[in-house]
């Protein structure tokens, strides 16, 4: 697939490698799987004869260090004084090349070394403390365990922590350029393409990848890719989650499957799975990163009105209809999943389209806060509600699939109470459908 987007990240690889031209840089790079970390790293450094790619495979760390070993001595030139193998040892050597020859160092999957030797962190630590002085290298540490990079390098009691110089985000595709991948591929491209790829997608760049080499640019045709034998996107949700969540993951799956099924308050939870779930939710939200809190716009910080989602687009669909018919699934009964989607997809889509809108009124720029709004017991629900301060403006709008459906009429009056605190604001009431994708 050609190389989307990512300019802004191109553009901040640059200036750190610039910066490691007078000292030493350590950049943590983070992001969920698939998402395309590797990608934007190779694209960083391909223009760089001198730059070195390691990957941390699940090997002894003997076999490890001599398959880097060979790396290093082809794309450097250089020969290590005596024998290596040990990582530490590798390392060490690696900064004593730096301080004469600046270059870049990428370690991809760098959280794997926790499960070949724990110790690589505190050794680790040890030499870039003693060596970075004087030292140029440009040292990027990448992984996709969200958890476990963050114990690295978050947590006060780890030998790393504090030491990185930048750190990065890997998000997924913006929907405008969502938008332009999929321009190249469609003519007269309308709301049949673009809608089914966001909600699909959520605009990572792998899914992205094998929907335009299947040719998948509608409901249909995507639901075919998925729903097949060999299909990337069946086991995916468990693939992109076991790591993260280890062996014991049944009852976080239960709850993810219960929030993508609109179950999204704690104690509806509760109710159906028969015990308390306060940990497990804190833990998907706080160390996987995987769902976040909900709360109506200007709500207080110890609001109860609280609900959860699952951030991820595709976990979303996947945990809604994959998970959730794995039975159907396991025997390859996929038209009867695809007859499933097809029943439900309406209601689903409704909230994917919501998401939709709010995102894209985030990504224009325009607004200093953009949120839904509902009052105690789901009253008055307001779809999306977005403020800009600087110019005293509010958008009021309510979302449906089929635009006939709308009733702004409604809409003014679900908003009297909310806006009790915006008498000098100039109020817009908008209606949002498919049509103003």
């Not at 290093?72 to 900064?95: S, V, Y």
């Not at 750190?167 to 332009?180: D, Q």
């Not at 969540?245 to 179950?263: E, M, N, Q």
């Not at 809108?357 to 009052?375: A, D, I, K, T």
């Amino acid at each position: 697939m050609k190389f989307y987007n990512r300019e802004t990240e191109l553009e901040n690889l640059a200036l750190i490698k610039k910066r490691s031209l007078s000292n030493a840089q350590m950049t943590v790079m983070v992001g969920r799987r698939r998402i395309g970390k590797t990608s934007l790293i190779k694209k960083s450094i391909e223009q760089d004869t001198s730059a070195v790619y390691l990957f941390v495979a699940k090997k002894s760390e003997q076999l490890l260090c001599a398959e880097f070993l060979e790396l290093i001595q082809f794309q450097l030139n250089k020969q290590p004084h005596g024998e290596i193998t040990q990582f530490r040892q590798l390392f060490a050597w690696m900064m004593d090349i730096s301080m004469e020859k600046p270059f870049t160092l990428v370690i991809d999957e760098f959280q794997e070394f926790l499960s070949i030797n724990p110790s690589v962190m505190s050794e680790m630590q040890n030499v870039w403390d003693s060596k970075k002085e004087g030292s140029h290298i440009n040292l990027i540490l990448c992984g996709s365990i969200y958890s476990l990079m963050k114990r690295i390098f978050e947590n006060s009691k780890e030998p790393l922590f504090s030491r990185a110089t930048a750190r990065m985000n890997i998000k997924p595709f913006k929907i405008n350029v969502l938008k332009e991948i999929i321009q190249e591929h469609v003519n007269n491209i309308s709301h049949k393409n673009i809608f089914p790829f966001y909600i699909f997608t959520g605009g990572v760049a792998k899914y992205v990848e094998n929907l335009i080499m299947a040719e998948a640019f509608d409901l249909e045709s995507i639901l075919n890719e998925i729903f097949r034998e060999n299909s990337l996107f069946l086991d995916e949700g468990r693939n992109v989650l076991i790591d993260e969540l280890g062996k014991d993951y049944h009852t976080h799956f239960s709850i993810l499957t219960l929030i993508a099924s609109s179950k999204t308050s704690r104690t509806e939870m509760e109710s159906i799975l028969g015990g308390s779930v306060g940990g497990f939710l804190d833990r998907l939200e706080n160390e996987y990163q995987i769902i976040e809190k909900v709360k109506p716009i200007f709500a207080k910080p110890n609001s109860r009105k609280i609900k959860y989602q699952i951030k991820d687009n595709f976990l979303n669909f996947w945990f809604r209809f994959i998970y959730k018919n794995r039975s159907a699934i396991e025997i390859g009964n996929y038209e009867y999943v695809k007859e499933i989607v097809r029943r439900d997809f309406d209601t689903f889509s409704g909230y994917m389209l919501e998401r939709y809108f709010r995102q894209q009124f985030q990504e224009s720029g325009n607004y200093s806060m953009v949120g839904n709004y509902w009052e105690k017991g789901n009253l008055n629900e307001i779809d999306l509600v977005a403020i800009n301060e600087l110019e005293k403006k509010i958008i009021l709008a309510e979302v449906k699939l089929n635009k006939k459906k709308i009733d702004i009429k409604k809409l003014e009056n679900k908003s009297y109470k909310l806006l009790k605190d915006f008498k000098d604001y100039k109020v817009e009431y908008a209606g949002l459908s498919l049509e103003d994708m």
